[in-house]
């Protein structure tokens, strides 16, 4: 696997990724109805730092690296992740995750904060924890899933 | 005490509160140098309800109020708040944050979250409690305090 900076010739299989995940509404907190420009505006914003993940010639997965906060804040970072859905199983998140690890250690940051983790993607949370995040927060019932109703979301964080 | 929404008129007063708690840098995770518009864009942004404290015609203190999150979770409401450096102790905040908790309910949100609570901000993190928000995540290290170095921030949380 490849991972390489995302340029624009890459919107559209990275909206090909995008859509579905946002579609179900299941693990990010975005409009369900986004449209694909709004939805690409936000993902490669230019405070986010954008990747993209290659097997054998095709994008199967995306993230975003950026500061958390600024000012007192900066020196932690975030990220978001996204694999297509043909690809999952395969460790594609597991080696984004590792990438954007290194990267942000390589920009300077000194944390990595991960705002708003859907209780309900045990798939996702155990990969962070397995990555070194620990769960040091719980927001009850802060997300409104799709088939479950309101579920808890958690907030994920690690040295670097 | 009286308080109304902000209009434009009230920049001037609202920057004279924000000026001095932004630039000692102890309490909001934002640039000490960041100058007048660009923090009145921000503390006056289009998605933000911003409100003012009035007592004796003289605005002592300004907060916004908006959703935490879009999508699924958009029923989670925000706050900031600030308050005029020679009005401290006098309930001003308390008085805001009262009517951001019913002002919120009005609106439908189900829960207030307040994302980044300066460890070290103590008689914030007690008021807060007081107002019934529950410390739900800290946030190791996360904020770099001018005088005190990387202390923690704390994400707190209470339902409506």
Not at 41 to 69: K, M, Q, R, S
Not at 92 to 116: E, I, T, Y
Not at 126 to 142: E, N, T, Y
Request: charged residues 20%; proline residues 5%.
């Amino acid at each position: 696997m490849i991972i390489r900076p995302a340029n624009s010739e890459d919107a559209e299989p990275i909206w090909r990724i995008l859509e579905p995940v946002i579609r179900a509404g299941e693990t990010y907190p975005l409009p369900r109805d986004v449209g694909r420009s709004e939805a690409l505006a936000y993902w490669l914003a230019p405070h986010h730092e954008a990747f993209v993940a290659i097997e054998t010639d095709a994008i199967v997965g995306t993230y975003y690296l950026c500061a958390n906060n600024v000012g007192g804040g900066a020196h932690v970072a975030n990220c978001g992740y996204m694999v297509a859905g043909g690809a999952t199983g395969r460790g594609v998140a597991r080696a984004m995750c590792a990438h954007s690890l290194a990267r942000a250690k390589d920009r300077g940051f000194r944390a990595m904060q991960f705002n708003f983790v859907i209780a309900t993607n045990e798939r996702a949370v155990r990969l962070w924890q397995a990555m070194g995040f620990s769960i040091v927060g719980r927001l009850p019932s802060a997300f409104l899933h799709p088939t479950q109703g309101y579920v808890d979301a958690l907030v994920m964080y690690r040295e670097l």
